[in-house]
Structures are given as structure tokens and as C-alpha cells.
């Protein structure tokens, strides 16, 4: 299907036929994705921007994160792109954890980054939401742009509509998101979300925070880290050990 059938899709009702089409195709992007990630085991998603080089310290900081999360024995998922993403993923493979990217389609390419053992590349960015949401225990916001903040408020949304549990979302580096947070304190104050919405997210600067913060929701839950399941073999499906 290509860009321009897209563009035409969201345009409006289309024939019965065209949007069916469309429906087949956004299930097979879903189908690819569980293929891919169903022995990923419990994940924690680090979300930020594509736009930073190995010498930016939001890299090395994302780097860092995806390490000491690695360590706690969850794997590190993405979008699986450069940036923070590679960062977090870099970071995981660095103490041999797990590390996988769930990458989108673009007009220019968008390739995944060299540091994910398992990775997917997928057609629809709400397809692909919705995979980084579906294996997570917990979710980084680092600084990024409009996919970043995206992202963040869609977790906050199923969180605060109770769609999916409570899970830690955690906002890191005060500085960059201090517009963000003042505009989350006005809605507050405005009453278009609740007091106690505000306690859905920690705001830090602090890895060694955002580590405690995670390992404590994850206690309080009864989460486990480890969660197995066995590949089908008349599915072809395989995992690592």
C-alpha cells in the first residue's frame, strides 16, 4: 500500500472495498509485532528523540538509564530508531540484557539502530504505539519532540481511564520538560484532570530515582520480572534462552 493510499484513507469514508483493505493490512502490521515480540519478556519502554548523536549528553544519560534498567532484568524496548532510543538499547546490550525496537515506516528511512536483538518495523504509528504500550511494566519519557509527547499522554490516558494498570511513567530531565510540567500543573488548577492524576508520573533528574521509583511500583504490583512463555513449533515460532 503506498503513501498516497494512506493520505487517501485519512481523507474520509472511502468505498467499502479500500477501507477493508485497510483494515487487513493494520491487521497483519499487529500480527507481525506479536510474532516479533511475544518472547520479549517483561519490558520497560524508554521513549525520547531520534535527533541526538553519541556525543549529546541526553545520549549518554539514555544510555545510562537503559543499563541500569537492563540490570533489574527487564528488557529495554524502543522505537528502535537512532538517538535515545539507540542510547537506551546500547545501554541494555552493554550488561548483556535484552534489548528490542519496535520501528515505524517513514517517507525518509528510518532505520533500526545496530543494538536491538530483536526488532520490528512497523506500517502505522498507532499500530506501534499500541505494541510499546502492550509489553511494558514501566515507561521512561526522556527530552523528544511531538512522537515523544505522543506517546506520554497516550500512557497517561490508559493509566488515568484505568485501560491498563497503574504502571510507573517516569518524566527525566526537569529542566527541558519545565513548560510541560506547568501546563500539567495549570490543567490541575482548571479541573480538566484531577489532583491525584498528578501522582501518575515521578519527575526527576535522577537515575538512581527512576531505578527505585520503578523496582517499588513493580514490588507493589506483584509483578514479576521474569514471565515465560513456550514457542509453538506448527507457528514456526522461536525464542533465545
Known amino acids: 500500500m503506498t503513501e498516497q493510499s494512506e493520505i487517501k484513507f485519512l481523507e474520509g469514508p472511502q468505498s467499502r472495498w479500500l477501507d477493508f483493505k485497510m483494515t487487513l493490512r493494520t491487521v497483519l502490521d499487529f500480527v507481525k ?22 556525543d549529546h549528553p541526553q545520549y549518554i544519560t539514555a544510555r545510562q538509564i537503559g543499563r541500569e534498567i537492563a540490570k533489574l532484568g527487564f528488557t529495554i524496548m524502543t522505537g528502535g530508531g537512532p538517538g535515545i532510543m539507540e542510547a537506551a538499547n546500547r545501554g541494555a546490550r552493554e550488561v548483556k540484557g535484552r534489548s528490542v525496537g519496535c520501528n515505524i515506516e517513514l517517507p525518509f528511512e528510518q532505520n533500526h539502530n545496530p543494538y536491538l536483538d530483536k526488532w520490528v518495523t ?24 511531538f512522537g515523544t509527547l505522543d506517546e506520554l499522554f497516550e500512557s497517561l490516558t490508559l493509566i488515568q481511564t484505568k485501560k491498563i494498570k ?4 517516569v518524566i527525566f530531565d526537569k529542566e527541558f520538560h519545565k513548560n510541560l510540567i506547568e501546563y500539567i500543573d495549570d490543567m490541575k488548577h482548571g ?30 504490583f506483584g509483578l514479576q520480572y521474569e514471565r515465560k512463555f513456550r514457542p509453538i513449533k506448527w507457528l ?3 525464542t533465545e534462552e
Open 191 to 220: 479541573g480538566t484532570i484531577s489532583p491525584e492524576d498528578l501522582d501518575l508520573m515521578l519527575i526527576t533528574d535522577s537515575i538512581e530515582d527512576t531505578v527505585n521509583h520503578i523496582k517499588q511500583c513493580i514490588s507493589r
Open 33 to 54: 509485532g506479536y510474532r516479533v515480540l511475544h518472547f520479549a519478556g517483561p519490558c520497560v519502554t524508554i521513549f525520547g528523540s531520534a535527533r541526538f548523536d553519541e
Open 236 to 238: 514456526f515460532e522461536e
Open 122 to 145: 512497523i506500517k502505522y504509528f498507532f499500530v506501534r504505539k499500541t505494541l510499546l504500550i502492550k509489553y511494558s511494566y514501566a515507561f521512561i519519557v526522556m527530552p523528544g519532540g
Open 166 to 169: 497503574n504502571f510507573p511513567i
